[in-house]
């Protein structure tokens, strides 16, 4: 049978449909170029109009009458004068050229329904919330639209929200707490858990803003700071809350970054620190950190009740008394502190009486740094001895005038436990690590203005000075340089801030060469005290029991007065009656 030839248009209509659709888009291109700036001005007016729509709706009904009237005015103004409209009608079309112009590329349509979407269901989260049966008109409803609820949104690149104005009823109590954590609470949950975000609360114009706060940067390392005397860096927060920026050095690079300043000294209104957190969240590191800055104008003495050698470093430092962590070691310096607050009272208070300045030797910044007190707490209790932190009394109470500072670090479930003393004068507080709404507000005294997370870096967490706002933290990296796991560049930022090692009081020790000298002080347990030209020396002798480890461990006081031999101290008295003596 002969074959039929197929229709031409089968045969060879491909490349001519391929050519005719190839020129009705050439042509459809031309058009769109050709009718662009209307195309831009047709868009801007849409804007423009959406824009006025939302302005009305938005004026309250009391001062639309007003508005109207101005617009009237303005009509009519523009009606009479010369050229008015023509030139009105210019202007208009130049602004709706500028709204309508393409700002950003055209997001995908999946995305934009997503987003919608997402808006939606967080408008119907807030039903419940925002609305009560009587509203005769309410702003939100089941089914309702989300566009007046929410008049500003901007999205991330995952398509999560980012930033959110939400309006809500004027009926709502947004006064109280409860109210305010239940609306946070739910708008974390349903923007995506693991960010952390800030919420806003304007009052007065019924608006919550619901901002996603960037991480805080962990790659800042322990440096010289340009600070005052008198003034630490507790670590870095966002640039909203604080003014004042810090110039730093990464690596090569330079950036300013916003700090948390605390003041200490007589001017103070928070002249002591308290630490908490979980274990493991860094607060030693934030104690080196800021001994390390104290060091440059001050002295310092160190009891380490977590006994895991944290502050190796330190010991024997130009400016570091004693660097203890025994329970006897601890009482003995700690007696001397609380001695040498009253010394520095009554010289400056006799100073002060007789029209004088106050004394040389009150004036350089003493340092008490005490690390898990607790722990020598439950210790002294089984050895029926004194709890070392009854000794932080005086120096806590009066230290302020006599330029002592205390700083207490200890775990966030220990708070309790800590003596009134110690929770009452340190005004300056800081949580380290993961802590729920409740634990900060109970540890700061007022809760955080962001929802606080449960998985952060080491030395993250938040800082209240006396009764300001609560900060975002991030400590910068000060780690113990004789740990293993640390970095070589931290290291070496530690180590260039350690002042040079003193010559022992009593000149027994030869200086040992530079290479020795990493490992001996690894092994230091003595170290020598010297103040106000009797020299205290604080060795390890005798069998005593860490806080760390009930295991005995030998460790004794004993002091020497300059030219007077050396007494070893009985275990169960603190022998500071000679530095008391010296006070009176
Ligand atoms: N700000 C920080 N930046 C980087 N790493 C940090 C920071 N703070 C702490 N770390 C790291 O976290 C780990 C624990 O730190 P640190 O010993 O200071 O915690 P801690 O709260 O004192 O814990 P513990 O009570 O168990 O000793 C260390 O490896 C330390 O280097």
């Known amino acids: 049978m002969a074959r039929r030839p197929l229709p031409r248009i089968l045969s060879n209509g491909g490349a001519q449909l391929a050519r005719s659709r190839e020129l009705a888009r050439t042509a459809a291109d031309s058009a769109t170029d050709v009718l662009q700036p209307l195309i831009t001005i047709a868009r801007g007016l849409r804007r423009l109009a959406a824009a006025g729509r939302r302005r009305w709706t938005e004026t309250p009904r009391d001062r639309r009458g007003a508005l109207l009237f101005l617009v009237a005015s303005v009509v009519l103004v523009v009606a009479l004068v010369p050229y008015g409209p023509l030139l009105a009608v210019i202007v208009l079309m130049a602004a709706a050229a500028w709204q309508g112009r393409e700002r950003t590329p055209a997001a995908p349509e999946g995305t934009d329904d997503t987003r919608t979407r997402r808006l939606q269901s967080l408008y119907e989260a807030l039903v419940p919330y925002f609305s009560i049966a009587e509203d005769p008109d309410p702003l939100y409803a089941h089914g309702g639209g989300w566009e007046k609820a929410f008049p500003a ?7 999560r929200v980012a930033h959110l104005v939400i309006r809500y009823p004027a009926y709502f109590t947004d006064g109280e707490a409860e109210s305010r954590a239940r609306i946070e609470h739910l708008l974390t949950a349903k923007s995506g858990r693991g960010r952390e975000y800030r919420f806003t609360w304007d009052e007065e114009a019924n608006h919550l803003s619901v901002d996603v706060l960037a991480a805080l940067p962990t790659d800042i390392a322990a440096q010289r700071f340009v600070t005052a005397p008198g003034e630490t860096v507790l670590g870095f927060t966002d640039p909203t809350r604080v003014q004042r920026t810090l110039p730093l050095t990464h690596g090569v690079e330079q950036r300013d970054v916003p700090p948390v300043v605390w003041r200490t000294g007589i001017r103070s209104t928070e002249p002591h620190l308290l630490v908490l957190g979980q274990p493991g969240t860094g607060t030693s590191t934030l104690l080196r950190s800021v001994a390390l800055q104290a060091l440059h104008h001050g002295d310092l003495l160190i009891v380490d009740g977590g006994g895991t050698g944290e502050y190796a470093c330190l010991v024997g430092r130009d400016g570091v008394l004693a660097v203890e962590c025994g329970l006897t070691g601890a009482l003995t310096s700690l007696e001397w502190a609380a001695a040498e607050t009253e010394r520095r009272l009554i010289a400056v208070n006799r100073a002060r ?40 009394q005086v120096p806590l109470r009066h230290g302020r005038a006599a330029n002592v500072t205390v700083v207490v670090a200890d775990q966030l479930d220990a708070l309790d436990s800590l003596t009134d003393a110690v929770r009452q004068h340190t005004r300056a507080r800081v949580v380290l690590g993961p802590a729920t709404a409740d ?77 020795a000298e990493a490992e001996a002080e690894a092994e230091a347990n003595a170290v020598s005290m010297e103040k106000q030209g009797a020299p205290v020396r604080v060795v390890a002798s005798e069998p005593e029991a860490t806080a760390a480890e009930p295991e005995p461990d030998p460790v004794t006081a004993e002091k020497a007065t300059a030219g007077a031999p050396a007494e070893p101290a009985p275990a169960e008295t603190v022998p500071a009656d000679a530095v008391a003596a010296e006070t009176s």
């Open 153 to 159: 949104h901007e999205f991330d690149e995952d398509g």
């Open 353 to 392: 009486q007789q029209g004088l300045a106050a004394p040389d030797d009150t004036r350089r910044p003493l340092w008490v740094f005490l690390d898990r007190p607790t722990a020598f707490t439950h210790l002294a209790d089984t050895g029926g001895r004194r709890d070392p932190q009854t000794l932080l």
């Open 439 to 515: 634990e900060l507000a109970n540890a700061l005294g007022a809760p955080p203005h962001t929802t606080p997370l449960d998985q952060v870096p080491p030395g993250r967490g938040y800082a209240r000075l006396g009764t300001g706002p609560v900060h975002r933290l991030q400590v910068p990296a000060t780690p113990d340089p004789y740990d293993d796991a640390t970095s070589e560049a931290h290291r070496q930022a530690v180590l260039d801030l350690l002042p040079p090692r003193t010559t022992p009081a009593d000149g027994e020790q030869a200086p040992l060469p530079p290479e």
